[in-house]
């Protein structure tokens, strides 16, 4: 009978540790707050343009008014037609039309199989048109 009460009365006790354990966590989870600095939520729009200087004195133009090809539309350009030692210098800008800011990289992927080890490339910020020597 002792042990009866003895287990009884043990159970009981872990039950209401139990039930206080629940209560604390859940209390925990409606009371936790947190504080972050530094984030801001804008609304706004992101229009990104990509620009060209064909050299015809207009300056930058957006490749939407031409073909798309810019390697067509360059100066002197032939489209995809290179070969052996020749030389094509594009210059292209990026604008941001919208009113949220803009951060941007610029990738060029060039692959490996066929003209990659012959392709030269140069990024340079803020060259306008025959700033740069080829």
């Given at each position: 009978?002792?042990?009866?009460?003895?287990?009884?009365?043990?159970?009981?006790?872990?039950?209401?540790?139990?039930?206080?354990?629940?209560?604390?966590?859940?209390?925990?989870?409606f009371t936790d707050s947190v504080t972050n600095t530094g984030n801001r939520?804008?609304?706004?729009?992101?229009?990104?343009?990509?620009?060209?200087?064909?050299?015809?004195?207009?300056g930058y133009q957006s490749i939407d008014e031409g073909s798309g090809d810019?390697?067509?539309?360059?100066?002197?350009?032939?489209?995809?037609?290179?070969?052996?030692?020749?030389?094509?210098?594009?210059?292209?800008?990026?604008?941001?039309?919208?009113?949220?800011?803009?951060?941007?990289?610029?990738?060029?992927?060039?692959?490996?199989?066929?003209?990659?080890?012959?392709?030269?490339?140069?990024?340079?910020?803020?060259?306008?048109?025959?700033?740069?020597?080829?």
């Amino acid at each position: 009978m002792k042990s009866k009460k003895k287990s009884l009365l043990a159970s009981g006790a872990s039950l209401l540790l139990s039930a206080a354990l629940l209560a604390g966590s859940t209390f925990a989870w409606f009371t936790d707050s947190v504080t972050n600095t530094g984030n801001r939520v804008e609304a706004g729009t992101l229009k990104v343009d990509l620009l060209m200087d064909k050299g015809d004195g207009k300056g930058y133009q957006s490749i939407d008014e031409g073909s798309g090809d810019i390697f067509n539309e360059a100066e002197g350009g032939n489209g995809y037609n290179w070969e052996p030692g020749m030389t094509q210098v594009v210059y292209l800008a990026v604008e941001n039309k919208g009113t949220l800011s803009l951060k941007y990289n610029i990738r060029l992927d060039i692959l490996e199989d066929g003209l990659a080890e012959a392709l030269q490339f140069v990024v340079v910020d803020g060259a306008q048109y025959g700033a740069v020597k080829s």
